[in-house]
């Protein structure tokens, strides 16, 4: 087999953009809640955040301490500081948090990884942040 072959060959196998298989990642039954403004994460998908808010900095550093886990769902109203659970969608993704980077006023930058689509079935704590039961979705 010559080397343009072997290219194509291993070319046809890989799919691109997605270095990992994420099916076998065991995402937890509950999982710290944070609330995103105006954007969202697909599973599979790496994304850049800053995170400010203070609840949204607890959610982050309980994740880094753990297994990196945590649920991300969409606010109603971005505008919203604070927002309630009735203020966050119920349809989110569960990811993992990849890389950190802290800023000196106090804020983060994170790149996380998409893994499932989930929904919120039941808040658990909303002190110092939100977390939720979830429910895994499967993919159509």
């Not at 194509?8 to 937890?28: C, I, N, W, Y």
């Not at 119920?90 to 990849?98: F, K, V």
């Not at 983060?108 to 079935?121: A, F, H, M």
Request: glycine share 6%; no cysteine; aromatic share 6%.
């Amino acid at each position: 087999m010559s080397q343009n072959e072997e290219q194509q060959t291993s070319a046809k196998d890989r799919v691109f953009g997605f270095e990992e298989d994420l099916s076998g990642v065991h995402v937890p039954e509950e999982l710290p809640v944070l609330p995103l403004r105006g954007v969202v994460v697909f599973p599979s998908a790496i994304v850049p955040l800053l995170i400010s808010r203070g609840a949204s900095l607890k959610v982050v550093e309980h994740a880094l301490a753990g297994d990196r886990m945590l649920a991300m769902v969409a606010q109603k109203r971005p505008e919203d500081e604070e927002p309630t659970p009735d203020g966050l969608f119920a349809l989110g993704t569960a990811g993992r948090i990849l890389k950190m980077l802290k800023y000196p006023d106090a804020s983060v930058r994170i790149l996380v990884q998409g893994l499932r689509r989930i929904e919120l079935t039941q808040f658990v704590r909303s002190e110092p942040f939100f977390t939720a039961r979830i429910r895994q979705l499967s993919d159509v």
